[in-house]
């Protein structure tokens, strides 16, 4: 990846880093978005890896440590796997549906995360995990809308400034 080419994935990836402190919706977050992007757009898989996990642990230092935080993590993980794989089928339908699997399969990791580390909250069958996933449709909305929002700001402004400006790509 160019100088140029990092400077401007690494800056649209702060800006998203720094509007996860900002007031927001409960849920409306950019990390699985940064996942996504990381996983398409850095040349180094390592730290395509590395930033979701940074952005995470640094922001739940002040946020707080909880039981599913492996679930959490090992979602942005497979995002930014899927990043991997979108890198060589970037469209505008491809993102868009990425990202919308995206939040479908944190959804289904978190909760389930949730249910198994309920201390009992749920019961352990299938009905007390259709319970917690019900109970978690609530947070989904607020989900999905910001995985589609930032994953769209990501990148197309990305895409735009690649256009635009092609020595920054």
């Known amino acids: 990846m160019q100088r140029s080419s990092l400077f401007l994935s690494s800056g649209l990836i702060v800006l998203a880093i720094v509007s996860r402190f900002l007031p927001h919706p409960p849920n409306f977050a ?6 996504l992007f990381g996983g398409v757009y850095l040349s180094d898989k390592r730290l395509a890896m590395a930033i979701p996990f940074v ?3 640094l922001s739940d230092l002040f946020l707080g440590f909880h039981n599913t935080l492996f679930f959490v993590y090992g979602s942005f993980a497979l995002m930014v796997g899927a ?4 890198r060589n089928h970037v469209s505008v339908m ?16 978190s909760n389930l995360g949730v249910w198994l580390t309920s201390g009992g909250f749920y019961p352990m069958n299938a009905a007390g995990l259709m319970e917690c996933y019900t109970a978690a449709i609530p947070f ?6 910001g995985d589609v929002v930032y994953t769209s700001v990501l ?14 790509a």
């Open 83 to 86: 990043g991997f794989w979108l």
């Open 140 to 145: 989904f909305h607020n989900s999905l809308l």
């Open 55 to 57: 952005i995470m642990f």
């Open 94 to 109: 491809n993102v868009l549906f990425t990202a919308i699997g995206g939040s479908i399969l944190f959804f289904l990791i």
């Open 155 to 168: 990148f197309g402004a990305y895409e735009f400034a690649k256009r635009r400006l092609p020595q920054a």
């Open 30 to 35: 950019p990390i699985m978005s940064v996942a």
